[in-house]
């Protein structure tokens, strides 16, 4: 992680708790987001199991990297490669040559902004091996796991209570496929045990510059797709025979 005054600046403190009374769940998370990662989290959790407050903390050495925002940054990138891959004293041919170049502009601009308003699905063994669970110290126990994504304008934190099942059950065992939120009653295979999601918690932050990132690209596109539309009708001007 980096620690220069300029990114330090973009450091966000973000606080949030949840607390269901059915559940027994209390939940107060309190995150440190800086740029594309993660830099500290302070989690306090506390289940119908245990009437103790658990407390986990990111260990000194570790910080967890947003991959959407990180892909989201790589397609700007691409998108300004492509503005700035011409001389300055270019001249554009047609406007057919501007609206192919306004298309791929477009295209990465869309992607980027996809990678923020779509989380990736995952399948349960993949977040139970993901490496989001060795950041915390002291580790999280064998029954629950977390996820943090990003969804539009917000950083999510998704808890997810595990009960195992006996090795001899009747119960019907149906493996759960990919997805961003597992209900209860989700069930999956790890290392030849069986585990059934028995409580799902949701906990989530607007993070202002998110919310800011997402005006500007809805505004990028807008004009991408002006300069089309005005190249269009200048085309059909000059293509215009007279009888």
């Known amino acids: 992680m980096c620690f220069s005054r300029e990114n330090m600046l973009q450091c966000q403190v973000l606080s949030v708790m949840c607390f269901s009374t059915e559940n027994m769940l209390q939940c107060q998370v309190l995150s440190v987001m800086c740029l594309i990662a ?12 245990s009437n103790q407050v658990m407390h986990f903390t990111f260990r000194d050495d570790k910080h967890w990297k947003l991959q959407q925002i990180q892909d989201a940054r790589n397609h700007v990138n691409q998108a300004l490669q492509l503005l700035s891959g011409r001389d300055e004293s270019y001249h554009f041919k047609t406007g057919a040559e501007v609206n192919k170049l306004m298309d791929a502009v477009m295209l990465q601009l869309t992607r980027a902004r996809n990678r923020l308003t779509t989380p990736a699905a995952m399948t349960l063994p993949e977040l139970a091996t993901s490496g989001l669970m060795k950041m915390f110290t002291p580790p999280m126990p064998g029954d ?100």
């Open 144 to 243: 629950v796991m977390v996820n943090f994504y990003i969804n539009l304008s917000k950083l999510c934190l998704t808890v997810y209570q595990l009960h195992a099942m006996q090795p001899n059950t009747t119960k019907n065992f149906k493996p759960s496929g990919s997805s961003v939120l597992h209900n209860p009653g989700a069930m999956f295979e790890l290392n030849n045990a069986k585990f059934e999601v028995s409580q799902v918690h949701k906990v989530e932050c607007v993070v202002p510059w998110l919310n800011n990132t997402l005006i500007f690209f809805t505004i990028s596109l807008q004009l991408c797709q002006q300069l089309k539309d005005k190249i269009s009708v200048f085309s059909s001007f000059w293509n215009y025979r007279p009888f």
């Open 38 to 49: 993660l830099s500290s989290q302070d989690i306090n959790l506390k289940t119908a199991k």
